[in-house]
């Protein structure tokens, strides 16, 4: 016994020891899984001398969630899509940085500057954009897959292999999408409508997944699935025969923020950590890897040829894009009815 | 480990007497401030008021009750019907955790006889082989299970290279596959009680009963099964209660989308859904469930000392 | 006379004690086939090779599981240790003190953390540390380990001890030894096997645990299982088969050793 407690106890000790010795600087971000690569990671980490810690989540609604119940204060950096910048920062939980304190905010492209949810980006630098429809394996069904009957009214040879996002935001705003109605719409029969649509097409789904939506793809467990852009792309690059649709009725668009997070332990790390982010060199790493497309400039002599030309990454001219609203409570409340009854 | 529970029921030494209290008082205070503390605060939660976006308000309704048992439409207008949804998936989990128990209990309950009946030497191997994945980790069993199973995977690949099918059968994202993987996790907890309880089975009465012209399957259900009765009863308890929470099998076997209680709850905590006051009134009721099982365990236990 | 049947056989329980194994292992031996396999599609064999394990140890991800190991090993550790202490002195105070105030509910109490679901353990929990506004982090995990270890290290305590008559502290006691001395160099060594016993269940069922960690780890904290549960989301890669493999030696190597306590009991007995 003695000798178990003296192991336990040197255990302890050099474990705690281990953190002490490097706790000189950290970073600790709160990021989309399977989204930067780990070299980029230990780049900002030998670059800057500091100790970078990745927690990731599934979802913009999960990391809202772990934030309210208690996780704003323990992060740095966060990733939330466009709408989740507006609802983070309407929930106060975003710091905001001057200019001085991001000298490369001239890197931005014009275009993400001045956005709706964060004017003038005082708490967010842009990092990926891309789209969200679905790829199809193409072994499976030949048809036409520019539609998004795939999902909510799908062919024979896909019903019950399909895989849909774990995420009311993008989920419904498809379906919303689909039957034509404006997202966070108030008019009760369409918002029935809505209702009746993701229950009947349910029974066409094998399972609800986003950080799986790859894998179901390529193990082949499912033969369709809504899925982000990159991520198709990567399915496909590993090895699966699917095709990513940019459906006639429209689909959905977004862009990824790194924000400064409230209460930030590391404040100036992590805008050390989005200045870094900002290079050319390093939004063209992200890109590399997560197949997306970066909102910074002069990232173009840094990108891989697959990238350039991948269709995943060239929607159609066209096509009816569309970002995904933050609807008040009132109708929000009832999205989550309609998210909870399907779910359940 | 022969001999009872440790309950201190038996013949009492009294070497250490007077310090009963001070000696108990670190597994009462941990227990107790971090066990029972929490529960009586969750048990507070589940009749707040649930805050927009995740969070609790502290103001005292039911809504988190209400919202269990009674569907008031889509708007939240309608007069109220009874919510079948959240009993169905109470239902699916006790049938599935039933379902697992009983299927357990068949293949266990032959294993543990069959090894408890063993020469001692050769018991102790047999022993051995049966533990081992007892003490395997949880996540990674259930994980093989995913990987033996899915349509690409060997087994399909197996029968399909075999001729002995033409398409892959699909297991995966089933309420099959959810069983299976229950059914796999707990197997161990059911073979072991059950071995303990034979390996004090007195034979002589099985001898008795055989004097007594009884056939295999008379002495099997009228002697043997009777004197083994709590280990049977505690394998059943120890696959039945985690089967009914469980949260790995659905969620990795399941798809997410045979919801079972356990990923109800993690979904009001994790999830979009954001709804901390119904995932606390959800875990009562779960509670709830488990401890009256657990009442009637204890009773029949009782019943059976006397 | 009739040979007299034997009474302990049952037809076809031998053949499902083997299916029994066969369910049990097939799975775990099929990951660890392929935790081999050299190619990177899981389900095509590309022969053998050692790749994967040595992408385990140096590769890209290598320090992630590294730290998530450390941390695993540090809490189960650290609980085991803590709940072992913790059951010793239950156990002492049920079988060895008499009767005292809080007895009878005592026993209830201690077996608590095995009767409530780990799911609903792990949110109450989360709620109580975010009610009390606690950071979740390493320490969190910590408590709420060492809470349901207190029973897995009871019960193999307990029952070793309710095995040892009083009669050699009672020995000891008329031979002047304090009551602290008789604990010490008379039950506490009697006690031994059934200690490692119940440190070892202990500690298992601590590096076993996913959910509740789940539920209170903080930011930047992961142990092995979560890390898995992250990792294998994105596919069941062979690296993950490898790190399983890795997990499925040192169960066996610990039911090995708890064997050897059992054994060690037996002969002193």
Redesign the interface.
């Known amino acids: 016994m003695k000798n178990l407690l003296k192991t336990g106890a040197s255990a302890l000790a050099l474990s705690l020891m281990a953190t002490v010795a490097t706790a000189e600087g950290k970073l600790s971000i709160y990021h989309w899984f399977e989204y930067i690569p780990q070299e980029l990671l230990d780049k900002f980490a030998a670059e800057y001398d500091v100790e970078v810690t990745l927690d990731t989540y599934d979802s913009n609604e999960a990391l809202l969630a772990a934030l309210k119940a208690g996780k704003l204060g323990q992060y740095d950096v966060a990733v939330p899509g466009d709408y989740m910048v507006e609802i983070m920062g309407k929930e106060g939980m975003l710091d905001t940085f001057t200019d001085d304190e991001m000298p490369l905010k001239g890197n931005i492209l014009p275009q993400w500057m001045d956005v709706g949810f964060d004017p003038g980006r005082k708490s967010s630098i842009p990092y990926q954009w891309g789209s969200t429809s679905f790829s199809v394996n193409r072994d499976v069904y030949s048809g036409d897959i520019q539609t998004t009957d795939i999902i909510f009214n799908p062919p024979e040879e896909l019903k019950g292999k399909i895989n849909v996002l774990d995420t009311a935001g993008e989920t419904l705003t498809l379906a919303s999408i689909h039957l034509g109605i404006p997202q966070c719409t108030t008019d009760r029969e369409q918002l029935k409508a809505l209702n009746d649509l993701v229950q009947n097409a349910k029974q066409y789904w094998a399972s609800f997944g986003s950080d799986v939506a790859k894998d179901v793809l390529v193990s082949g467990d499912a033969a369709a699935g809504m899925i982000w852009n990159g991520f198709g792309m990567k399915a496909r690059e590993e090895g699966a025969n699917i095709e990513y649709a940019y459906p006639a009725q429209g689909y959905i668009v977004w862009m990824d923020n790194v924000v400064l997070l409230k209460d930030a332990p590391n404040r100036e790390n992590a805008l050390k950590f989005m200045n870094f982010l900002l290079e050319p060199e390093n939004a063209a790493a992200v890109t590399n890897y997560a197949r997306y497309t970066a909102g910074v400039k002069g990232v173009e002599p840094f990108l891989e040829e697959a990238v350039k030309s991948a269709p995943e990454l060239n929607p159609p001219a066209g096509g009816n894009p569309q970002f995904v609203q933050a609807c008040d409570e009132e109708v929000q409340k009832v999205y989550d009815t309609i998210w909870t009854n399907l779910k359940k | 480990m022969a001999g009872g529970l440790g309950q201190g029921t038996g013949k009492s030494a009294r070497t250490y007497a007077g310090l009963g209290v001070p000696l108990i008082l670190p597994a009462w205070l941990i227990i107790g401030i971090f066990l029972v503390v929490p529960i009586l605060i969750m048990l507070v939660y589940s009749f707040l008021t649930k805050e927009f976006r995740g969070g609790v308000i502290w103001e005292p309704t039911l809504a988190a009750y209400d919202q269990f048992f009674f569907d008031r439409g889509l708007f939240g207008d309608e007069p109220p019907k009874i919510e079948w949804t959240y009993i169905l998936i109470f239902w699916r989990s006790i049938w599935q955790a039933g379902l697992a128990t009983v299927l357990c209990l068949l293949i266990g309950f032959p294993t543990a006889w069959f090894i408890a009946t063993r020469p001692p030497n050769s018991r102790t191997i047999w022993l051995f082989l049966i533990t081992v994945p007892y003490w395997v980790n949880l996540l990674i069993r259930t994980i093989s299970m995913k990987f033996l199973i899915r349509d690409n995977g060997p087994l399909n690949q197996w029968l399909l290279d075999a001729g002995l099918i033409s398409e892959p059968i699909h297991v995966i994202n089933t309420a099959t596959a959810v069983q299976l993987g229950l059914f796999y996790s707990y197997l161990p907890f059911m073979v072991l009680p059950i071995y303990a309880a034979v390996e004090r089975y007195n034979f002589a009465l099985s001898e008795a009963a055989a004097d007594l012209y009884a056939s295999r399957w008379v002495t099997l259900t009228q002697v043997i099964i009777p004197s083994v009765k709590p280990g049977i009863i505690a394998g059943c308890i120890l696959v039945f209660v985690p089967s009914l929470g469980a949260f790995l099998a659905p969620d990795l076997l399941g798809g997410a989308k045979n919801f079972m209680i356990g990923s109800l709850i993690e979904e009001q905590f994790k999830g979009a859904a954001g709804n901390w006051p119904f995932g606390a009134a959800a875990a009562m009721i779960l509670l709830t469930m488990v401890l009256i099982v657990l009442i009637f365990y204890a009773r029949s236990q009782a019943r059976g000392a006397r | 006379m009739a040979k ?2 034997d ?4 037809p ?3 053949g ?2 083997l ?3 066969f ?6 031996i ?2 660890a086939i ?1 935790s081999f396999n050299d190619s990177q ?3 095509i064999w590309g022969g053998a090779s050692l790749r994967w394990y040595e992408d385990v140890f140096w590769g ?2 290598a320090d ?1 599981f590294k730290q998530a190991a ?2 695993s ?2 809490i189960a ?2 609980a ?2 803590a709940a072992t ?3 010793t ?15 009878g509910a ?2 209830a ?2 077996n ?2 095995l ?7 792990a ?9 009390i ?1 606690f ?3 390493i320490m969190t995990i910590l ?2 380990h ?2 349901f270890c ?1 029973p897995f290290a ?6 070793r ?3 040892i008559e ?1 009669v050699y ?2 020995a000891a ?1 008329d031979l002047y030894a304090t ?1 602290w001395e ?2 010490r160099l008379v ?2 060594p009697l006690m ?1 096997p059934g ?2 016993s119940g ?1 070892l269940l202990a500690f ?1 069922i601590s ?2 645990d ?2 509740i960690t ?2 209170v780890k ?3 904290v ?1 142990t092995l ?1 979560t890390a ?3 990792a ?5 890669k062979p690296n ?2 490898a790190i ?1 493999t890795l ?2 030696l040192v ?2 190597l ?3 050793l708890s ?1 050897f306590a059992g054994r060690m009991g037996q002969n002193r007995q």
């Open positions: 007299k049947p009474l302990r056989r049952f076809g329980f031998y499902i004690t299916l029994c194994l369910l049990l292992y097939a799975p775990l099929i990951v392929y599609s899981i389900t890209l991800e992630k450390v941390n090993l540090t550790v650290t085991a240790i202490i913790i059951a002195m239950a156990a002492t105070a049920m079988l060895r003190a008499g009767s005292f105030r809080g007895k005592s026993f109490l201690i608590l953390p009767m409530v679901p780990e799911i609903v353990t949110v109450a929990t989360l709620i109580f540390f975010s009610a506004g950071t979740t982090g408590v709420a060492i809470v207190i009871y019960l193999p305590i307990a029952a001890m309710e095995g009083d502290e009672q006691q009551r008789a604990f039950l506490l031994m200690i490692i440190f298992i590096l076993d996913f959910i789940n539920f903080g930011a930047g992961e299982p898995i549960f992250g294998v989301k994105q596919g069941i993950i088969m399983s997990l499925l169960s066996i610990f039911v090995t064997y």
